[in-house]
C-alpha cells in the first residue's frame, strides 16, 4: 500500500477566483483549465481534488469527471469546507455542485460546521496532499491568493491558468 507521501507525488488540486473576478469569459477560463488538467495527467498526475466552491472548483471538477468518462484513469476528490455550505447559491450551481458530488471517488468534509477559518483549513488541507496546485489567479487579494502562498511556502509547484 502506497504511504501518504507517495500518494500526494500524483495529486493536484485546485484554486480560483470567483467567475467574475478572472476578466476573462468562461469559455476561455475552461479550456485553460482543461489544458491545464490534461497536461498534469500527461505528467502522471491522477487524482484531483477540488475545493467543489462555485466556479473554478466546480468547473475543475466537472472537466475530470467528463475525461474520467472518457477512460483516462483518473479520480476526484471532493474536498467540501463543511456540510451544506452551497445552501445560498444558486439553483444551477447547487445541482452542478450536487452532481459532482455524487459522480466524485471520495467525498472528504473538511470541518464539521461553519466557521471563519474553514474554507482555509480546506484550503490548506488540499495543498498538503497534494504535489501541484493548479490556479485561476489573477494577483487579486482572497481565498486563492492565501492558497497560492500556502502552497509556495509548502513548496508545492503552481501552474497558472490565466
Known sequence: MPTESELRLHRACFTGHRPH?????????IAALEAKI???????????????????????????????????PIHLIAAVPYEGFERSWDDDWKQRYHDALAAADLVKYVCEHYHRGCYQIRNEWMVDRSARLIAAYTGEKG?????????ARKGVQTVFVL
Do not use: C
Open 38 to 72: 490534461r497536461e498534469a495527467i500527461d505528467d502522471g498526475f491522477v487524482t484531483f481534488i477540488s475545493g467543489m466552491a462555485w466556479g473554478v472548483d466546480i468547473w475543475a471538477a466537472e472537466i475530470v469527471l467528463r475525461l474520467k468518462s472518457e477512460g483516462h
Open 143 to 151: 481565498g486563492t491568493k492565501n492558497t497560492v502562498d500556502y502552497a
Open 21 to 29: 473576478k478572472l476578466h476573462q469569459p468562461e469559455s476561455v477560463v
